[in-house]
């Protein structure tokens, strides 16, 4: 369904992503995790065609999506949501335009449709009834959800979650958890998930992909990935810092 071959690409003059190959298959759930800094948003940003690769292509559905101008990035781009680290929500909008933004940007006219869509999105995410309240006013839970019913608005094919978790206390971390799920099996849906939290790694990845250095350096199951005795991973896995040098 998508496919990274030999993705490279430099920020600030630093390589970040030093080819890169991943697969997606249908309703598929990935999980790339990797230390801070290693290029994990990055590649999201370069699947969402908002960071042109210098090197290296971008497959969806077969197409070849690298080299695409805006408009023909478009129609595909529609097909993938995202669910930005820090929700991204308009500070300046309620919760229902802020559902409403991507359907009227897609020509929605009708508000008695776009009341119904959003009311529907804000039901799957356990929000009902908060149309009316402004991001300020939600908890950082709150708007990870409300950031998620929007991404989910438009039914994308393909669901891409920049640290879903991160901030989160764990009984909600395990709500968003729990509602990753649930919306792969409601709607059919792919999902790549970055994160550096193991406990949502283990529960939400059929596949765990460890990025280390601009690559994929390891890949398997979860249960792969606990037995993986390579130190980087290893280390990485079990939050020990004694791989750098750093014994406490």
């Excluded at 690298?66 to 781009?77: A, H």
């Excluded at 335009?97 to 009311?119: C, H, I, T």
Aim: net charge neutral; aromatic share 6%; glycine share 10%.
């Amino acid at each position: 369904m998508l496919q990274l071959k030999e993705i490279w690409k430099s920020m600030g003059g630093q390589e970040v992503l030093r080819g890169v190959n991943l697969r997606l298959g249908p309703a598929e759930r990935v999980v790339v995790i990797g230390r801070s800094g290693c290029g994990k948003s990055v590649m999201l940003r370069v699947i969402m065609g908002l960071l042109q690769p210098e090197a290296g292509e971008v497959f969806f559905e077969g197409k070849k999506l690298t080299g695409l101008s805006e408009e023909e990035w478009n129609p595909y781009r529609r097909k993938i949501g995202m669910l930005f680290q820090g929700a991204a929500l308009f500070d300046s909008l309620t919760v229902f335009d802020n559902l409403a933004f991507p359907l009227r940007e897609q020509g929605e006219k009708s508000e008695s449709v776009l009341r119904d869509k959003v009311a529907e999105a804000l039901k799957i995410v356990s929000l009902s009834g908060t149309e009316e309240k402004m991001p300020a006013e939600l908890s950082g839970g709150m708007k990870k959800r409300a950031a998620l019913a929007r991404a989910i608005i438009s039914r994308p094919d393909i669901m891409l979650y920049d640290e879903p978790t991160t901030g989160l206390d764990p009984i909600v971390a395990d709500s968003i958890n729990r509602l990753i799920l649930h919306l792969g099996k409601m709607f059919g849906m792919a999902s790549i998930v970055v994160t550096h939290d193991m406990v949502s790694a283990r529960m939400v990845g059929e596949r765990i992909s460890y990025l280390h250095e601009g690559k994929i350096y390891f890949e398997g199951t979860p249960e792969q990935v606990d037995r993986c005795e390579d130190p980087l991973v290893r280390d990485f896995v079990r939050g020990h810092a004694e791989g750098i040098g750093i014994t406490g």
